[in-house]
């Protein structure tokens, strides 16, 4: 459904994204794991046609991202960016209602079925209340998720999102996930909560460095290896109670 091959990003006069090639099956949900500036969002960027990578290719459902038109990858994406406008002079609902861009014409008006598809959306990030609010005046949590709320009114085929669980409370990063995973869409997810990747995620993709270190199920990425090697940090890996998913102890 989604598909990196060697990808390479260079800016700058450097590369900041080094040959990377994996595959997001449909249906899956994997997590984009890494050290700050290894490059998950650049390689998200290309992915959702923000950045041109340098070579290599991209494609969503088996077109290519980068010769397809902006409208195709707006209708089958669902994009969080990392960097969140906060000053929209719009209501809450309104800049939910902005998700629905790419699947209408210029001048078509807004019918029933965005008016259902933004309720519904402000409803699975428990936003509904907050429907006529001033985006604005929302506090960093609240805005993150009326975002996610602004990529799911799509009823995208891809989810990627970048650092969604950013400024959330513990109870709205659990439910976020729930909602990733309970959806059912293929999704590939930048994370930099590793428990919170192997806990909702299939597969975790490691970043080093711009390069891909590795990818694999929970069990196999969630090692005290790749806390040394990636993260320098000293860990012992303990089980979920419940679901037996591995837990990071820094020690
Ligand atoms: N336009 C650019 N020109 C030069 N360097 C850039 C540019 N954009 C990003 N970078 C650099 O590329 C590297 C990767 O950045 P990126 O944002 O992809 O990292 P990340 O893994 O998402 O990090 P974080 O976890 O901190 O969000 C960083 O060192 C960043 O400074």
Known sequence: MLRFENITVRAGGRVLVDDVSFDVAPGEVVALVGPNGSGKSTLLRTAYRALRPASGSVHLGGRDVWRSPVRFVGRTTGVV???????FPLTVADVVLLGRAAHKGMFDADNETDAMLVIAALDAVDMSDHADRDFARLSGGERQRVLV???LAGEPSVLLFDEPTNHLDLRHRLALMRVIRDRAQT???ALHDLDLAARFCDRIAVMSAGRLWGIGTPEEIVTPALLS???GVDAEILRHPRDDSPMVVPL
């Open 187 to 189: 999704a590939l997810v």
């Open 149 to 151: 709320a602004q990529a």
């Open 229 to 231: 090697e990636i993260y």
């Open 81 to 87: 960016a990392q960097t969140t406008p906060s000053d």
